[in-house]
């Protein structure tokens, strides 16, 4: 039978709680973990991810989808961005620890969960811009044994502003950017550029690519807008034994989207579902 359990608490280092979902099926033994981030102004209940745990969890994996801890949502509202303070305060850095908090939480031998898990066979999946922090920690961690990127970013360096706009930011402290679904201005504070360059050398996502010695899939769209199909054809050329998947027609949530009432899959997030499985099973 397939359970699933919203809304764990996992404590992180930065001072805002970790709300994590599992989905798993309570008569199997040595599940293989899974463990999905969510990119940006996203967060673990977006559109069609609960099927994607679902097809996951029926096919004998142990899913986990969480919220970032300053993704703007709060243990009272975790859809959306109520807490617009804490998206402002968030980094690359801040997302990186929350990942290792939720492996930490996931890996002790206390685990809730523990008896139905493997925790030798842990694949992270990574979206859009959390294939950057995926693809990091997989670079760092060896308790990853697979990396699996949906869309993901190739170089963070090249998105923040530049010109006259990044001069303002850095003058005024902060600058937004509108969420096109919920019409909310979306801060970000000077921050998020000076922890960059701090740890410019650990976020070139180039060189943590260069670095995996585990399988490694990446799957793109053709016709995505928001990533570019060249940053994967990067990422694959970074690591030649990476597997690219692309997707022909497909944009950068697969066919999805907020909120998702149909009980099925979009065709394009079935197809890198059913892929990712396969990879993830071998």
């Known amino acids: 039978m397939i359970i699933e359990k919203k809304d764990i608490i996992v404590n992180g280092k930065h001072q805002r709680p970790i709300l994590m979902d599992v989905f798993y099926d309570d008569q199997k033994k040595q599940q293989p973990v899974v463990i999905f981030c969510h990119g940006y102004k996203g967060f673990k209940d977006w559109g069609a991810w609960h099927l994607v745990a679902k097809s996951f969890a029926e096919t004998g994996f142990f899913f986990v989808k969480f919220n970032f801890s300053h993704n703007g949502g709060t243990i009272q509202q975790p859809v959306d961005f109520p807490d617009l303070e804490a998206f402002g305060e968030n980094n690359y ?12 939480h996931i890996t002790t031998s206390n685990f809730e969960y523990n008896e139905l898990i493997n925790q030798e066979n842990v694949t992270l999946i990574g979206h859009s811009r959390a294939g950057g922090i995926t693809t990091i ?62 740890n410019k050398e650990r976020l070139t996502i180039s060189n943590a690519t260069k670095k995996i010695d ?69």
């Open 93 to 104: 850095i801040i997302e990186l620890d929350d990942l290792a908090s939720v492996l930490d």
């Open 137 to 198: 920690k997989t670079s760092e961690d060896t308790r990853i044994t697979k990396l699996i990127t949906w869309a993901g970013v190739s170089d963070y360096e090249k998105r923040f502003p530049v010109g006259e706009t990044f001069q303002t930011w850095k003058d005024d402290g902060i600058f937004y950017v509108e969420n096109g679904r919920t019409k909310q201005r979306m801060p970000h504070r000077f921050q998020f550029y000076t922890s960059f360059i701090e």
């Open 214 to 282: 585990v399988p490694h899939l990446i799957i793109h769209g053709t016709e995505d807008p928001t990533v570019a199909l060249q940053e994967a054809e990067d990422l694959h050329s970074w690591n030649p034994r990476s597997e690219l998947f692309l997707v022909k027609g497909a944009d950068h949530v697969f066919g999805a989207k907020h909120p998702w009432k149909q009980k099925e899959m979009p065709k394009y997030l079935t197809i890198i579902t059913e892929k990712s499985i396969a990879f993830a099973i071998l």
